[in-house]
């Protein structure tokens, strides 16, 4: 088995384990037993079980944001783009629901501010989100954490209620694109609202 292998059997389990029993309780040879590797080989990829939680949160962040960005072509409509972010958030997250648990709502654990890793991410999602709506109409006000929140937040709430055990009917996605659109739309310039 290759290193890059060993690896991403170790973060499988880590992620099997912080969802079963949350980060605070699971030990390092919980992890290391449920990847079936031996010490040396877990300690050769991590010094600690903090360094495992945020490389399965970095692994889920990036995999996440790649997955919206696909929607955010340089040709894309504004409104398509939104909706169209909305719609891949939800089935990503139905496809992963693991990953978009452990993203969400991590059981006794925060990802670290200051890993340079995890901060170099979100950076580059929210420049890209940015480069994507500047020619759009986005004039920088609201600041992007607003305009992201009122985009995609919503969904991140529903996703929480359907990973809770909650049940939904198939028109949820569309009404929650549609309100993420009706709600960005004012936030953009008058001559990218006329548009639509």
């Given amino acids: 088995m290759s290193g890059s292998e060993t690896r991403q059997r170790i973060v499988d389990a880590a ?3 912080f969802l079963d029993q949350g980060v605070r309780h699971t030990t390092v040879e919980q992890v290391r ?9 877990f300690f050769h990829h991590f010094r600690t079980k903090e360094d495992v939680a945020e490389a399965v949160y970095l692994q889920g962040l990036e995999a996440h944001h790649a997955e919206l960005l696909e929607e955010l072509g340089p040709d894309r409509e504004l409104r398509d783009g939104v909706e169209g972010v909305v719609h891949r958030d939800l089935a990503w997250s139905a496809a992963q629901p693991r990953l978009a648990s452990f993203l969400l709502s991590p059981i006794g654990w925060s990802p670290p501010r200051r890993n340079p890793r995890i901060t ?7 420049t890209a989100v940015a480069d994507w709506l500047r020619p759009r109409g986005w004039t920088g006000s609201p600041s992007l954490d607003v305009v992201v ?3 995609i937040g919503p969904a991140h709430e529903h996703t929480r209620f359907l990973l809770a055990g909650g049940e939904t009917g198939e028109e949820a996605a569309a009404t929650l694109a549609f309100a993420a659109w009706r709600g960005l739309e004012p936030l953009m310039s008058p001559s990218h609202r006329m548009e639509s």
């Fill in 33 to 41: 037993r449920a990847a079936r590797v031996s010490n040396g080989s």
């Fill in 149 to 151: 929140s009122i985009w």
């Fill in 120 to 126: 170099a991410a979100s950076r580059a999602f929210f």
């Fill in 15 to 17: 992620l099997a384990c």
